[in-house]
């Protein structure tokens, strides 16, 4: 979830964010969406459709965007958003073959 965490009434609640915080946070998450929106619309107009390279850019995106929001926390604040959000955990992979089985 990231930073965009404080967008949720209940997190800037517990964290002690103020509205001027939010709604500068979120213009920073919009912006950064348009910016992801027209970097996705560049590589399919210019038929790079190199989704390793577009996962990338999104995760950089992601993460910049993060740290400025970050930015716009005190100390204490950003503390209690990462004891919120709790351990960074990695989804396992999965394979085989999709769907349920059916039957009678």
């Excluded at 990231?2 to 919009?30: C, N, P, S, T, Y």
């Excluded at 348009?34 to 459709?49: F, H, W």
């Excluded at 204490?76 to 769907?99: H, T, V, W």
Aim: hydrophobic share 35%; net charge negative; glycine share 10%.
């Amino acid at each position: 979830v990231g930073a965009r965490a404080i967008l949720d009434e209940q997190v800037a609640k517990a964290i002690d964010v103020d509205q001027k915080v939010v709604a500068e946070a979120k213009e920073m998450f919009d912006s950064a969406d348009q910016d992801l929106r027209e970097k996705m619309a560049e590589m399919r107009e210019s038929g790079d459709m190199d989704m390793e390279a577009m996962r990338e850019s999104m995760t950089k995106m992601r993460e910049e965007t993060d740290k400025e929001v970050m930015g716009l926390l005190s100390k204490e604040q950003a503390e209690k958003l990462k004891e919120i959000k709790g351990d960074k955990f990695e989804m396992p992979a999965f394979g085989g073959r999709r769907g349920g089985g059916g039957g009678n």
